[in-house]
């Protein structure tokens, strides 16, 4: 229940950012913007270019589904 409060509060955040930077204003703390994974939520070890956290990327990358990625063994 916390997980799910925190994320929909951060979406709330991000979209008052987001309108005031289309209106010309800047926000008073930009740090207040937080990337969150769009699977499950977490906010720690977040990648921008998937925007995905680490450990759904590494899911997604084992089963194949994101193009390109492959699981390294050596």
């Known amino acids: 229940m916390a997980r799910?409060?925190?994320?929909?509060?951060?979406l709330r955040r991000k979209t008052e950012i987001l309108k005031k930077l289309?209106?010309?204003?800047k926000p008073k703390f930009r740090t207040?913007?937080?990337n969150r994974c769009h699977?499950?939520?977490?906010?720690?070890?977040?990648i921008r270019?998937?925007?995905?956290?680490?450990?759904?990327?590494r899911e997604k990358a084992s089963d194949g589904l994101?193009?390109?990625?492959?699981?390294s063994s050596w």
């Open 4 to 10: 799910k409060a925190s994320i929909v509060k951060d």
């Open 66 to 71: 994101i193009m390109g990625m492959t699981k």
């Open 22 to 25: 289309s209106e010309g204003k």
């Open 49 to 57: 270019k998937f925007d995905l956290c680490r450990i759904c990327l």
């Open 39 to 46: 699977i499950c939520g977490r906010r720690r070890g977040y």
């Open 32 to 34: 207040r913007l937080v």
